[in-house]
């Protein structure tokens, strides 16, 4: 059975930093990009980051160019959003997903992303 199960979520200060994870079990994960996304309170789901299978970044949201980075330990079967100079614009549920596939591409709905963890609250607040 798939499963994605982010943690690392909480409150933090403007300009703050945090981590998340998304550990996965049940398929081969070295093979699979894993995808970010996020919902803000009153917006849609958005596209944040991507790795691909091979180590490749791809950025979905311009706004976190420069302060996010993702990363993936295969070894550990979990993918790491790293955020840092963290903006009370960044609150959000964040979200990883898979479509299954190895590549990021960017553009796509989100419907052919096939599984989803969980969301962990990331809260930017003084």
């Known amino acids: 059975q798939v499963q994605l199960v982010e943690s690392g979520g909480g409150l933090v200060q403007p300009g703050g930093s945090l981590r998340l994870s998304c550990a996965a079990s049940?398929?081969?994960?070295?093979?699979?990009?894993i995808t970010w996304f996020r919902q803000a309170p009153g917006k849609e789901r958005e596209g944040v980051l991507c790795?691909?299978?091979?180590?490749?970044?791809?950025y979905y949201a311009d706004s976190v160019k420069g302060r996010f980075t993702i990363s993936r330990d295969n070894a550990k079967n979990t993918v790491y959003l790293q955020m840092n100079s963290l903006k009370p614009e960044d609150t959000a549920v964040y979200y990883c997903?898979?479509?299954?596939?190895?590549?990021?591409?960017?553009?796509?709905?989100?419907?052919?992303?096939?599984?989803w963890g969980q969301g962990t609250q990331v809260t930017v607040s003084s």
């Open positions: 997903a898979t479509d299954q596939g190895s590549r990021c591409i960017g553009g796509r709905p989100q419907w052919v992303y096939n599984y």
């Open positions: 790795i691909s299978s091979s180590d490749d970044t791809s």
């Open positions: 049940g398929f081969t994960f070295d093979n699979y990009a």
